[in-house]
């Protein structure tokens, strides 16, 4: 039944007719064209599909519409200001936080709520925020430096 | 070579809008090519080129390459090698890789090959293409070349600045196609100002801000999301299907045609749904073996042995030894399991096909795809764009066909895009394998004797590089060729295919025998190696990890080990620290030292994250990793049973790159994973005094060892 869901998107109102029960992940990267979330297990394990909503880091293949009504989302796309990259990519950057970067939108974004949360992180803090995103290539020592980095910017 | 291909090759540089096209020839890769890739290569396309350099009339230069970008950092390698032979600053280059219409013809990117077989065609590119600018320079500054300077992309008369013309200038109005056959000279190390630098990557900004653009994020208009019905088991045989259900539903398009069975949507959630409307049902054929008894069945149906290197009596190593040791060692099947699971767009317009694949061979699926559809290669163009994660599971490119299949049936662009559990099924694993070793020492603690044989994985990262004067290896099956009935699915190459079986038995045979003859494991591994380049890795490593010379083990809880090796022409040493408790079977992988001569290094920052990037991944199938099946049937299809290595688990890892600059660059991508399961297998015996003979080592497989 398609009903009308409105969210902040990125800073700005977003107003979809569509079904609430659709998955935030594929309406993102369908109908809104943000294909920064990734698509990594479908089930809330890998964390490439990490996004903020009110704050809080989600799942995005997790979410459906209903739970995104009236709240706040930011995606990768959001995290640059006017132009300004955020201090975590530009310390993913710097430490080279990432090789094939697929699940570099999900990290980056898991790490941003953990910084809301905990500005500054112990290192213990940081691999326990980080633990259910997976990355493939063996970044992690520099994920984990670069978060740090951040939390000191 | 055709005259077609010759004509090919002004269009295209018709086609880039003028400028300057330097393309050079590498006689090296058609060595390296089967037979068969040499046929593939015979159909217009430029077949003896491996590398352009454009310079455009704005001054930019391009570098177009068939290798891809999956995250090990060549696009920002080849550019710094283009622009130092060239003369140019890194800012003004830009890479085109893996476009089929627009990048010299490659066999794939694998073997870690990019640097040590594409990288010096590069760079002869690029140093032609700076002598060809320099002549027009000459010309136009009425000088002798020998009197100019290049610059940043400026060519100075030297002395006089005043006197100056761009590459852009001199590339202004030109058409100008440039064959190289002769050697051009190359610049030293000494001059580098671009190359052995760690600049920041070309793919960063893409990567770190979302805008990367990988298979999965092509749109076209139209496009439809497929799903595909799957068996339940490999091998198993589709007996009934009904589609109805799943055509009722309003927006949903149902293929039913030559074995494929597909629903599609304009949104992927409905073709998930429709899916799960398709009723099925399958023969499947019954079991052969299991995740336990694969062993013993690979070791059954093994071929005769292939005997790769024989030298010696091994009678008389027998006779010679005053201690023999046998032993057999057993690694199970892995998943490569990058995070970007198989994908790919296909889009058909006026007989032209277009096929944006996540792939590591753009150049076969090429081929691939134009058999699977019946168009000339030629008419079948496939885009790589950025690959997320390949590690050799991105060469088949099954995806790319059933995409392109779809397109055709439909006549709609459609994207296929596997699940998770579609990736875990059709997955070119990496073998299981059996190893089995005898080997023998005599009173100096040297080795007399080695009889290796391996069954199931393959050569890679058998030889023996110890002296041993009586030795043979015998190989069973190779991943690429395995026998029929040996492995119940496919099995492919995984990241120095055959070499983490091959070093995880051999390195801890040789910790086995140093720890009998009562000597430190780095000292027995010097003794009995007299390769210059070895012991410089061995020393090196040792050095970094603050190696004091002990018998293993030593049984505290912690211990350490080591393991070196050769691959992909690298030489490589690590040392790993962990700490064990033999009653829990708990591993933890605390510091990992690594040590590698890769000669001459591009940039150094790139070598050291694929050190480590080998290093966390090897974690996965040293600890944790193992694909779980029943015959044809996969029982892992997540990451909820099929653990990757997380966060947590990461050790301190330290890479010490050891100075060899009067070698060409050799591989990068593969030789620090390859001795990941010795390295922690020869530490958790020095911490508890178990050995454990197989992969993984989980909790219950250390424990099921300390029993033994």
Known sequence: MPEIIRFTLNGAPVSLDTEASRTLLWVLRTDLALTGTKYGCGAGICGSC???????????????????????????????RNGELHPLQRAFHEHGGFQCGYCTPGAIMNAYALLRETPRPTRAQILEGMERNLCRCGAHQRIVRAIEEASHA | MPDTSRVGRRDFVKALGGGILVVVNLPMARALSPAEEMQRRQRGYPDDINAYVHIAEDGSVTLYSGKIEMGQGVMTSLAQEAAEELGVSLSGMRVVMGDTDSCPWDMGTFGSLTTRMFGPAVRKAAARARLVLTDLAADRLGVARESLTVEDGVVYVSGDRTRRVTYGELAMGEQILHEVDEEAVLRTVEEFTVMGQSPRRFDGIDKITGRAVYAGDIRRPGMLYARLLRPPAHGATLTQVDTAAAAAMPGITVVNE???VAVLAEDPERAARALSLVESEFSVVEAEADTESIFDHIVRVAPEPDTGEQEGDLEQGRRNSIRT??????????AHAPIEPHTAVAEIADGRATVWSSTQAPFSQQETIARAIGFAPDAVRVITPYVGGGFGGKVPGQQAVEAARLAQITGRPVQVAWTRAEEFFYDTFRPAAVIHVTSGIDLEGRIVLWDYHVYGAGSRGSDVFYDVPNRRVRVSGEWGRAPEGMHPFAVGAWRAPAANSNRFAAEQQIDMMAATADMDPLQFRLRNTKDPRMIAVLEAVGEAAGWDPAVAPRRRGRGRGIACGIDAETYVALVAEVTADAMTGVVRVERVVCAQDMGLVVNPDGARMQMEGCIAMGLGYVLSEEIRFEGGRILDSNFDTYGLPRFSWMPEIETVLVQNDDLPPKGGGEPAIINMGAVVANAVFDATGTRVFRLPMTPENVRAAARD
């Open chain 2, 258 to 260: 030559g074995g494929l």
């Open chain 2, 325 to 334: 040791f046998e032993a057999t060692y057993y690694n199970g099947y892995v």
């Open chain 1, 50 to 80: 990490t996004v903020v909503v009110d704050g809080r880091a989600v799942r995005a293949c997790q979410a459906d519409l209903a739970f995104v009504n009236g709240k706040e989302v930011t995606t990768i796309e959001g995290l640059a």
